[in-house]
């Protein structure tokens, strides 16, 4: 194989183009070395060479020719004409598949079938080929034999392949046998000659000319045979070719058909897809004029509306003004609420005015009042209004640049452009500073907004210029906004012909670069606003509703960040405590001085602030905004749902968003009530006032829940301790007789009064002990086991249990819980007096224990009546019960669900009617501490079961 790689190599390209590619690739094994036949070479050389060959060639079919090249005399020498003349294919492949290992070490060929015309075979190599290179030189090696007889060559099918996975390379090669050789001529000549001889001896004819002309016809009838015989093979061979293109012209007439029919078909659907497209695009088509006659009439009704908002507003803005000039005869807080409604209006102010920018627009109505305006000296008006924001940030506020060409624009369009600029960076610059800078070049004046703030994504920057869309659309978005400002800067400035552009890095800052151009060329005269304006706007007015660039926004833009939170004392310090959560610093600043007149009131400026200001302070109602910076009010309220301490805190959610998807997430998150913005006052005072009674309410409730569990206590130890009691005192009167001499000296009398009364005497304190172990409470919690917890429980409970009713144990938790003894154990007395009620006179309540790695398990079941599956979802409701009216209270399930939750577990309930109900306690493991008690850390030390009753 490697031979005739060799030599195919260098006679396709030439003896000196092998020695060059030797020289450059430094292979290890010189060339001569390599061109002899006797030396062996190692399969990683051979495949390294294989490589080099075969990528210098640049043919991809170079190993399959170059293995086909073994069948010529270069490569075989002497034996390939001694093969010629006295081999057949058939031999051919057999000696060479069976002397293969004699120049192949790492490898052999194994022959599975052989016959005249087909040999199967499986080559097997000790060392995984790398890739298919061998695979390929090996298969023309194999099917260049035939060509020695010039007959075509052999067809070579891959099976497999070691290189692919399998244990071996195995092939079936299919060949043409040789023709026939001619013999009928030699017969018929021999025939002949022997019948001349024959004719000469027996004087027939003379001896040369019988043998001559007899030979002749002889050697004519022989060649008339093998011509015969040739070509009834050739008809057959013809016969078997027509058979064969007859077959393959149905196949391809059947192939025609199929694809006539698929071509059809796929005719059909086209023309049925082209249809549907064309449906579709008419729909569209309609669609679209109809989306575009609902934007013409959303923008009219944007235009009309923002026009009959001015109306009343400006009335407003007049009285409020006209007030504030009359301020010094006002109350102080009459004059506060002006100041805050005057503000607020003008920030409506500049919302209308932006819609209607936007709708003018949008609607094509937008007309310019071109004018020549000198940037620089424009910007240095602007800029100064902001300082007083900026001092307050402690940021730097700088122009930079110097005059520059005018440029023909509308000035109050501008104007707009470059106050929502500023207004964005400095509300997003928290440090650092803003640059404003000016240039220009040859056809364009460029400004350029530059900040440190906290940057844009990557992913929002393509859509901070669309209308309506923000960076941030969460519920904990720091910055405030409608989507309005960038919009209408990009839209404005393409009506000048100019544009905006944006980059930004995350944590870095934002560049925003403004370009306007030059000249008069981009001035369209079918903008160009031809009515003259009685009565101007004042700047001054116009942008003062939104921006800090007016003394009197002291608050404005800067939030809550730099409002901080103060505490009220208000009532009184037995007034209830309400926290308000609240980002906006006068929303939040307006509540509070409403509730300080009846309560005590604490301050949170977000989500996150209000969750640790309730951990520490415990307020008794919470009143939450629900969109807030850091940690919004639904996140603060699941968190302060899943904690012990804060989950039964009251919590009023106050939001702007009216929807009912947005009360239920509300609602369903464990708020208390939802009252949406704007809202009444009194209705705000009316609905903590609710709150605050009703949690009073269910506080006294929980109260009367204990004392019946006391009465219960009591009556059950007076129960128990009765009969020892009598013992007792049954005892002492002999004794005392005995002592005053009222009656006989029996020292085995007295001796057995005296065991009584040490009995009776253990007894009643074995039952004092009970109920201490019972009504134990703990302010930390500690830990316990829930063996002696459930047996103490029963202890005080005995008396209660039928005769007929088993109570069995199955205590298999040896680790302690961490918790409150006394509050646990009131909800094993309501769970387990629920279950013997069940029951009746006779039936069976199980107790059982186990644990996992995290929780602690406590099962209770019976075999009582069962629950009605209509009552399962109201059972931890408060107030609902089951029994007959006047047995209960309605509140054991409801405290004993609240208890379980302080603990940090869960409780869960599944009954069937008629057959039992049964209650799972989930509490959380702790890492164990020492017991006070040794009895109790014994009892912890090993399972137990038992029965009682």
Same mark, same amino acid.
């Given at each position: 194989?490697?031979?005739s790689?060799?030599?195919?190599?260098?006679?396709? /390209?030439?003896?000196?183009?092998?020695?060059?590619?030797?020289?450059?690739?430094?292979?290890?094994?010189?060339?001569?070395?390599?061109?002899?036949?006797?030396?062996?070479?190692? +399969?990683?050389?051979?495949?390294?060479?294989?490589?080099?060959?075969?990528?210098?060639?640049?043919?991809?079919?170079?190993?399959?020719k170059?293995?086909?090249?073994?069948?010529?005399?270069?490569?075989?020498?002497?034996?390939?004409?001694?093969?010629?003349?006295?081999?057949?294919?058939?031999?051919?492949?057999?000696?060479?598949?069976?002397?293969?290992?004699?120049?192949?070490?790492?490898?052999?060929?194994?022959?599975?079938?052989?016959?005249?015309?087909?040999?199967?075979?499986?080559?097997?190599?000790?060392?995984?080929?790398?890739?298919?290179?061998?695979?390929?030189?090996?298969?023309?090696?194999?099917?260049?034999?035939?060509?020695?007889?010039?007959?075509?060559?052999?067809?070579?099918?891959?099976?497999?392949?070691?290189?692919?996975?399998?244990?071996?390379?195995?092939y079936d090669?299919?060949?043409?046998?040789?023709?026939?050789?001619?013999?009928?001529y030699?017969?018929?000549?021999?025939?002949?000659?022997?019948?001349?001889?024959?004719?000469?001896?027996?004087?027939?004819?003379?001896?040369?000319?019988?043998?001559?002309?007899?030979?002749?016809?002889?050697?004519?009838?022989?060649?008339?045979?093998?011509?015969?015989?040739?070509?009834?093979?050739?008809?057959?061979?013809?016969?078997?070719?027509?058979?064969?293109?007859?077959?393959?012209?149905?196949?391809?007439?059947?192939?025609?058909?199929?694809?006539? &029919?698929?071509?059809?078909?796929?005719?059909?659907?086209?023309?049925?897809?082209?249809?549907?497209?064309s449906?579709?695009?008419?729909?569209?088509?309609?669609?679209?004029?109809?989306?575009?006659?609902?934007?013409?009439?959303?923008?009219?009704f944007?235009?009309?509306?923002?026009?009959?908002?001015?109306?009343?507003?400006?009335?407003?803005?007049?009285?409020?003004?006209?007030?504030?000039?009359?301020?010094?005869?006002?109350?102080?807080?009459?004059?506060?609420?002006?100041?805050?409604?005057?503000?607020?209006?003008?920030?409506?102010?500049? *919302?209308?005015?932006?819609?209607?920018? *936007?709708?003018?627009?949008?609607?094509?109505?937008?007309?310019?009042?071109?004018?020549?305006?000198?940037?620089?000296?424009?910007?240095s008006?602007?800029?100064?209004?902001?300082?007083?924001?900026?001092?307050?940030?402690?940021?730097?506020?700088?122009?930079?640049?110097?005059?520059?060409?005018?440029?023909?624009?509308?000035?109050?369009?501008?104007?707009?452009?470059?106050?929502?600029?500023?207004?964005?960076?400095?509300?997003?610059?928290?440090?650092?500073?803003?640059?404003?800078?000016?240039?220009?070049?040859?056809?364009?004046?460029?400004?350029?907004?530059?900040?440190?703030?906290?940057?844009?994504?990557?992913?929002?920057?393509?859509?901070?210029?669309?209308?309506?869309?923000?960076?941030?659309?969460?519920?904990?978005?720091?910055?405030?906004?409608?989507?309005?400002?960038?919009?209408? #800067?990009?839209?404005?400035?393409?009506?000048?012909?100019?544009?905006?552009?944006?980059?930004?890095?995350?944590?870095?800052?934002?560049?925003?670069?403004?370009?306007?151009p030059?000249?008069?060329?981009?001035?369209?005269?079918?903008?160009?606003?031809?009515?003259?304006?009685?009565?101007?706007?004042?700047?001054?007015?116009?942008?003062?509703?939104?921006?800090?660039?007016?003394?009197?926004?002291?608050?404005?833009?800067?939030?809550?960040?730099?409002?901080?939170?103060?505490?009220?004392?208000?009532a009184?310090?037995?007034?209830?405590?309400?926290?308000?959560?609240?980002?906006?610093?006068?929303? &939040?600043?307006f509540?509070?001085?409403?509730?300080?007149?009846?309560?005590?009131?604490?301050e949170?400026?977000?989500?996150?602030?209000?969750?640790?200001?309730?951990?520490?302070?415990?307020?008794?109602l919470?009143?939450?905004?629900?969109?807030?910076?850091?940690?919004?009010?639904l996140?603060?309220?699941?968190a302060?749902?899943?904690?012990?301490?804060?989950?039964?805190?009251?919590?009023?959610?106050?939001?702007?968003?009216?929807?009912?998807?947005a009360?239920?997430?509300?609602?369903?998150?464990?708020?208390?009530? /939802?009252?949406?913005?704007?809202?009444?006052?009194?209705?705000? *005072?009316?609905?903590?006032?609710?709150?605050?009674?009703?949690?009073?309410?269910?506080?006294?409730?929980?109260?009367?829940?204990?004392?019946?569990?006391?009465? *219960?206590?009591?009556?059950?130890?007076?129960?128990?301790?009765?009969?020892?009691?009598?013992?007792?005192?049954?005892?002492?009167?002999?004794?005392k007789?005995?002592?005053?001499?009222?009656?006989?000296?029996?020292?085995?009398l007295?001796?057995?009064?005296?065991? #009584?009364? %040490?009995?009776?005497?253990?007894?009643?304190?074995?039952?004092?002990?009970?109920?201490?172990?019972?009504?134990?409470?703990?302010?930390?919690?500690?830990?316990?086991?829930?063996?002696?917890?459930?047996?103490?429980?029963?202890?005080?409970?005995?008396?209660?249990?039928?005769?007929? #009713?088993?109570?069995?144990?199955?205590?298999?938790?040896?680790?302690? +819980?961490?918790?409150?003894?006394?509050?646990?154990?009131?909800?094993?007395?309501?769970?387990?007096?629920?279950?013997?009620?069940?029951?009746?006179?006779?039936?069976?309540?199980?107790?059982?224990?186990?644990?996992?790695?995290? %929780?602690?398990?406590?099962?209770?079941?019976?075999?009582? %009546?069962?629950?009605?599956?209509?009552?399962?979802?109201?059972?931890?409701?408060?107030?609902?019960?089951?029994?007959?009216?006047?047995?209960?209270?309605?509140?054991?399930?409801?405290?004993?669900?609240?208890?379980?939750?302080?603990?940090?577990?869960?409780?869960?309930?599944?009954?069937?009617?008629?057959?039992?109900?049964?209650?799972?306690?989930?509490?959380?493991?702790?890492?164990?501490?020492?017991?006070?008690?040794?009895?109790?850390? %014994?009892?912890a030390?090993?399972?137990?079961?038992?029965?009682?009753?």
């Amino acid at each position: 194989m490697l031979r005739s790689v060799m030599l195919y190599f260098e006679r396709t /390209y030439g003896r000196d183009r092998l020695v060059r590619l030797w020289q450059r690739e430094a292979l290890p094994l010189s060339l001569s070395y390599v061109e002899t036949l006797t030396n062996f070479v190692s +399969v990683g050389f051979t495949e390294r060479l294989f490589d080099v060959l075969d990528k210098d060639s640049g043919d991809p079919d170079f190993m399959t020719k170059a293995g086909r090249s073994i069948a010529s005399p270069d490569a075989v020498g002497f034996l390939y004409y001694m093969m010629k003349a006295l081999a057949t294919p058939r031999s051919v492949y057999e000696r060479a598949l069976e002397l293969d290992h004699t120049y192949n070490r790492v490898g052999g060929f194994h022959i599975d079938a052989l016959t005249d015309s087909r040999v199967q075979v499986r080559y097997v190599s000790r060392i995984r080929e790398r890739d298919r290179k061998f695979c390929r030189a090996r298969q023309g090696n194999l099917s260049a034999f035939p060509a020695i007889w010039n007959l075509p060559l052999a067809e070579v099918k891959e099976l497999r392949c070691q290189v692919d996975g399998a244990d071996c390379c195995e092939y079936d090669i299919r060949w043409q046998n040789l023709p026939p050789l001619a013999w009928r001529y030699i017969v018929g000549g021999m025939a002949g000659m022997v019948a001349g001889l024959l004719s000469g001896t027996l004087n027939l004819a003379p001896p040369m000319f019988a043998v001559s002309s007899l030979g002749m016809v002889g050697i004519a009838a022989g060649a008339w045979l093998d011509t015969r015989a040739a070509l009834l093979r050739k008809d057959a061979q013809l016969s078997e070719q027509h058979q064969g293109l007859q077959t393959s012209l149905e196949d391809l007439q059947r192939r025609n058909e199929e694809i006539f &029919r698929a071509n059809k078909a796929l005719e059909d659907r086209v023309a049925e897809r082209t249809q549907e497209l064309s449906e579709a695009n008419s729909k569209l088509e309609t669609a679209l004029v109809r989306q575009q006659e609902l934007d013409r009439l959303k923008s009219e009704f944007f235009d009309n509306v923002s026009h009959e908002l001015r109306t009343p507003l400006t009335l407003i803005l007049l009285t409020l003004e006209s007030l504030e000039k009359r301020a010094e005869g006002l109350p102080p807080v009459v004059a506060q609420h002006v100041v805050t409604m005057e503000r607020n209006a003008q920030r409506l102010l500049r *919302l209308i005015n932006n819609l209607l920018d *936007l709708a003018q627009l949008e609607s094509g109505k937008a007309r310019l009042r071109y004018q020549p305006l000198e940037l620089h000296s424009f910007l240095s008006t602007v800029v100064p209004p902001f300082n007083s924001m900026a001092e307050r940030q402690g940021v730097l506020l700088a122009l930079e640049g110097a005059e520059v060409t005018p440029v023909h624009v509308d000035l109050d369009r501008m104007d707009v452009v470059f106050t929502n600029l500023l207004s964005n960076a400095l509300k997003f610059t928290q440090a650092g500073g803003v640059t404003v800078r000016v240039r220009e070049d040859d056809s364009d004046v460029h400004v350029e907004v530059i900040d440190t703030g906290m940057g844009i994504a990557a992913q929002d920057i393509a859509v901070i210029f669309d209308r309506f869309s923000q960076a941030d659309t969460s519920g904990t978005r720091r910055f405030g906004g409608t989507g309005i400002g960038l919009a209408l #800067v990009k839209e404005t400035l393409e009506l000048h012909a100019g544009g905006i552009s944006v980059t930004s890095v995350l944590g870095q800052g934002s560049t925003f670069r403004v370009r306007l151009p030059k000249g008069t060329a981009h001035i369209r005269e079918d903008l160009r606003e031809r009515r003259q304006t009685a009565m101007p706007v004042r700047r001054e007015r116009r942008i003062s509703g939104g921006y800090p660039s007016v003394e009197r926004g002291s608050m404005e833009l800067t939030g809550a960040a730099n409002a901080p939170a103060r505490d009220h004392v208000g009532a009184g310090p037995e007034a209830a405590r309400i926290m308000v959560v609240e980002d906006d610093a006068e929303i &939040r600043g307006f509540i509070a001085r409403l509730l300080t007149q009846h309560y005590q009131v604490l301050e949170a400026v977000n989500g996150e602030d209000g969750r640790n200001r309730a951990l520490r302070d415990r307020p008794d109602l919470i009143v939450s905004d629900v969109m807030m910076p850091v940690m919004s009010g639904l996140q603060m309220l699941t968190a302060l749902r899943s904690d012990p301490q804060t989950v039964d805190i009251p919590v009023i959610l106050l939001t702007a968003r009216q929807e009912v998807s947005a009360k239920v997430e509300g609602l369903g998150t464990g708020a208390n009530d /939802y009252l949406s913005k704007p809202f009444s006052p009194r209705e705000l *005072l009316a609905r903590i006032e609710t709150q605050l009674r009703l949690r009073e309410a269910a506080v006294r409730a929980a109260e009367n829940e204990r004392l019946a569990a006391i009465g *219960l206590l009591t009556s059950g130890f007076a129960h128990e301790v009765r009969n020892p009691l009598n013992g007792l005192m049954n005892a002492l009167l002999p004794l005392k007789d005995m002592l005053t001499g009222g009656g006989a000296t029996d020292v085995d009398l007295s001796k057995a009064m005296l065991e #009584v009364v %040490e009995e009776c005497g253990q007894r009643i304190r074995h039952l004092a002990e009970s109920l201490l172990s019972f009504t134990r409470t703990s302010e930390a919690p500690v830990m316990l086991s829930l063996d002696s917890s459930l047996d103490s429980t029963l202890s005080v409970l005995t008396w209660k249990v039928p005769p007929d #009713v088993k109570v069995e144990r199955a205590y298999h938790c040896v680790e302690p +819980v961490r918790g409150n003894p006394g509050a646990l154990n009131q909800v094993w007395l309501n769970l387990l007096d629920n279950a013997l009620r069940a029951v009746g006179p006779q039936g069976r309540v199980r107790i059982a224990t186990s644990n996992t790695a995290e %929780e602690a398990i406590v099962t209770i079941s019976d075999d009582g %009546e069962g629950i009605r599956p209509e009552d399962m979802d109201r059972l931890f409701q408060p107030f609902f019960s089951t029994r007959a009216a006047g047995e209960g209270t309605g509140l054991g399930l409801a405290l004993s669900r609240r208890i379980v939750i302080q603990h940090g577990g869960h409780i869960s309930l599944t009954s069937t009617l008629g057959q039992g109900t049964q209650v799972e306690v989930r509490l959380p493991l702790r890492s164990a501490v020492p017991l006070s008690s040794g009895t109790a850390s %014994e009892r912890a030390s090993e399972p137990r079961i038992g029965r009682l009753g």
